[in-house]
């Protein structure tokens, strides 16, 4: 079992920027690739970013690439999304979350855990 806790989401205007945090606990975080996914209202879940379990690898939404960077400390159990120069349609809740399977990481019906969301506002 591995529970996923996020945080760093707030209210920011265009072109500022937010730091997410996702706080594991439960057992070998290290083993497991994490992702990032948001839903805003009336729209389906959606992929934002992943990362394998050594950093070794990072997938990245093309609207955000460039603008988000994904990365992981192990030795902390956290994983992190820096989330630079925001726009108003990045406005969603952020959720975080983790699977053994590394293929298919886009999909959220891959991953196995999940927090509870956190949610980022971007005014225009």
């Known amino acids: 079992q591995v529970q996923l806790v996020e945080s760093g989401g707030g209210l920011v205007q265009a072109g500022d920027s937010l730091r997410l945090s996702c706080a594991a606990s439960?057992?070998?975080?290290?083993?497991?690739?994490m992702g990032w996914f948001r839903q805003a209202p009336g729209k389906e879940r959606e992929f934002v970013a992943a990362i394998i379990w050594n950093g070794g690898s990072t997938y990245y939404k093309a609207s955000v690439k460039g603008r988000f960077t994904i990365s992981r400390d192990n030795a902390k159990n956290t994983v992190y999304l820096q989330m630079n120069s925001l726009k108003p349609e990045d406005t969603a809740v952020y959720y975080c979350?983790?699977?053994?399977?590394?293929?298919?990481?886009?999909?959220?019906?891959?991953?196995?855990?999940w927090g509870r969301g956190t949610q980022v506002t971007v005014s225009s």
């Open positions: 439960g057992r070998a975080f290290g083993s497991y690739a």
């Open positions: 979350a983790a699977t053994i399977n590394v293929d298919y990481l886009r999909e959220h019906l891959s991953y196995d855990y």
